[in-house]
């Protein structure tokens, strides 16, 4: 039987401090795709970089294309509102193995 020593407790409630301060919230995911997906800005929250510039280029793009742009983008926003619970579970799990692997990562 191995006894738990203080240091091991320590460290297990610093990784659980460090994970509730980086995990994602999917109530505040969807209240960003709500207000400010058309920027893209849900996407910026995931750590989804690449594709929130997308969804900005493209807002801003349909300006110039006379709103066309804007039909994707439309229809990518409503796509994400499925996505929103996959994306920020990923995210966590993430969060949480690195945490795992290497703690000094957040400290």
């Given amino acids: ?3 738990i020593e203080e240091n091991d407790v320590d ?3 610093r990784t659980q401090l460090q994970y509730d301060a980086q995990k994602k919230s999917t109530a505040a995911a969807y209240i960003l795709w709500l207000f400010l997906g058309g920027f893209g800005v849900h996407r910026f929250y995931l750590g989804h970089m690449a594709s929130g510039f997308g969804q900005l280029a493209l807002c801003l793009l349909g300006v110039v294309t006379a ?4 039909a994707i ?5 409503l796509i ?5 619970p996959g994306m920020v579970q990923k995210r966590n799990l993430d969060v949480l193995e690195r945490l795992q692997t290497d703690p000094a990562l957040f400290a």
Avoid at 80 to 84: G, K, T, V
């Fill in 11 to 13: 460290q297990n409630l």
């Fill in 67 to 70: 709103g066309a742009a804007w």
């Fill in 80 to 84: 994400d509102a499925a996505l929103i």
């Fill in 73 to 77: 983008l439309g229809l990518w926003w």
């Fill in 1 to 3: 039987m191995r006894v």
